[in-house]
């Protein structure tokens, strides 16, 4: 789809990219030669995350501190993206948060948090970099779903009916982006399975934890540079005619 990638080192923002599968995916992209600016609610963990990047021979490794919910912030980071480099070429909307409760026990608020993180953090920072991304004729977006958005939430109790339907609705954004920004951009998703995190390590103990793990068909929980393998596919030149699409990794524990 659309033109080859412009001659130049190019440029990857991920959010939620100070740990976790965010800080792995700054880290393929980093190697694969992108300039990365990891943005996180948490500003420290985000320039920790750069700093080991340019550690690494990243040259060009930036933290912003963001809640991802504001738009205005979005743009500015975008906007100070564009005055240093003059190009965005990729965005992995991957900032998340977990949302054990039950459905009757959410408040308005609870639900506006999971809703606002998830589904219009990923508008904000889509919005933020489209017109560049077409300007210049080329584009990735990969938003991080979940296989909650599938089956609707199930163990460990991270993901219940307001995590699921946010994450839902980040594979209809990825769908519409892929008709309305082609062929320019392309717009995927990537839905995670169970994912052995520091936030979700305690989950995999005791007995509870082994039976869960020994259900995968893979035989293993997944690592953060699982996603962040899919992530860097999808934002490669190799996936140019892939758009649209919501690719589960999740070792085979849930396949539709």
């Known amino acids: 789809m659309g033109m080859a990638r412009p001659a130049g080192d190019p440029v990857a923002i991920v959010?939620?990219?100070?740990?976790?599968?965010?800080?792995?995916?700054?880290?393929?992209?980093?190697?694969?030669?992108?300039r990365v600016a990891l943005v996180d609610l948490n500003g420290q963990a985000a320039e920790a995350a750069a700093q080991e990047l340019r550690a690494n021979g990243a040259v060009d490794a930036l933290a912003y501190q963001a809640d991802v919910r504001e738009y205005a912030r979005a743009q500015e980071v975008v906007a100070d993206l564009l005055a240093r480099f003059g190009r965005v070429d990729a965005l992995v909307n991957n900032a998340g948060i977990a949302s054990p409760k039950p459905f009757t026990e959410l408040t308005e608020a609870d639900w506006d948090l999971i809703v606002g993180v998830h589904l219009k953090g990923s508008f904000?920072?889509?919005?933020a970099v489209a017109p560049s991304m077409l300007a210049a004729g080329w584009g990735r977006i990969?938003?991080?779903?979940?296989?909650?958005a599938k089956h609707g939430g199930a163990f460990p109790?991270?993901?219940?009916?307001?995590?699921?339907?946010?994450?839902?609705?980040?594979?209809?954004?990825?769908?519409?982006?892929a008709r309305d920004l082609a062929p320019a951009v392309t717009a995927n998703a990537i839905c995670p399975g169970l994912i052995e995190t520091e936030l979700s390590a305690a989950m995999w103990e005791g007995e509870k934890g082994a039976a869960v793990v020994a259900a995968i068909p893979a035989g293993r929980l997944g690592r953060p540079g699982d996603i962040a393998d899919a992530a860097a596919f999808l934002i490669s030149e190799r996936a140019s005619y892939i758009t649209g699409e919501a690719l589960d990794v999740n070792g085979g524990v849930y396949i539709d």
Not at 124 to 127: K, M, V
Not at 142 to 148: A, E, F, Y
Not at 161 to 173: E, N, Q, R, S, V
């Open 142 to 148: 990969v938003c991080i779903s979940s296989m909650n």
């Open 15 to 34: 959010t939620g990219g100070g740990r976790g599968i965010g800080q792995a995916i700054g880290r393929a992209l980093a190697a694969d030669g992108f």
């Open 124 to 127: 904000n920072w889509s919005h």
């Open 157 to 177: 109790a991270l993901s219940k009916t307001a995590y699921a339907a946010a994450k839902a609705g980040m594979l209809g954004l990825i769908r519409g982006l």
